[in-house]
């Protein structure tokens, strides 16, 4: 599977972040590759996902980027809102390439274990 291994943890409001998702077990640049948050009481919602042929993907605030040297994918997130206060999956998703179902959690076949991020000052 997949598994968060930092970038969680507090941050002020306005300040930029980056967190890391490295792949064990297989290989990313064969799957699409997710990121989904869940704010409390929400549902879990995809902000980004790089495949093959997709090395980064900028949406808004966030940009998805891909290391196929280090097997990982990141999520950096730029002007930090506390609405963003969520935690953040990255996730493998069944498909092989980034589509229309890249923000469905049911299109995911491998979670990671989440980080909780919090905006506050």
């Known amino acids: 599977g997949a598994a968060v291994k930092s970038g969680g943890g507090l941050v002020q409001p306005g300040g930029d972040l980056r967190l890391s998702c490295a792949a064990s077990g297989f290989s990313m640049d064969d799957y699409a590759i997710a990121w989904f948050r869940q704010a409390p009481g929400k549902e879990r919602e995809g902000v980004s996902c790089?495949?093959?042929g997709i090395r980064s993907s900028v949406k808004g605030r966030f940009t998805g980027s891909r290391d196929d040297v280090e097997n990982t994918v990141y999520l950096e997130i730029v002007n930090l809102k506390s609405e963003d206060t969520a935690v953040y999956y990255c996730?493998?998703?069944?498909?092989?390439?980034?589509?229309?179902?890249?923000?469905?959690?049911?299109?995911?076949?491998?979670w990671g274990e989440g980080t909780l991020v919090t905006v506050s000052s």
């Open positions: 790089v495949s093959r």
């Open positions: 996730a493998r998703a069944l498909m092989r390439v980034c589509g229309n179902s890249a923000g469905d959690p049911h299109a995911m076949e491998y």
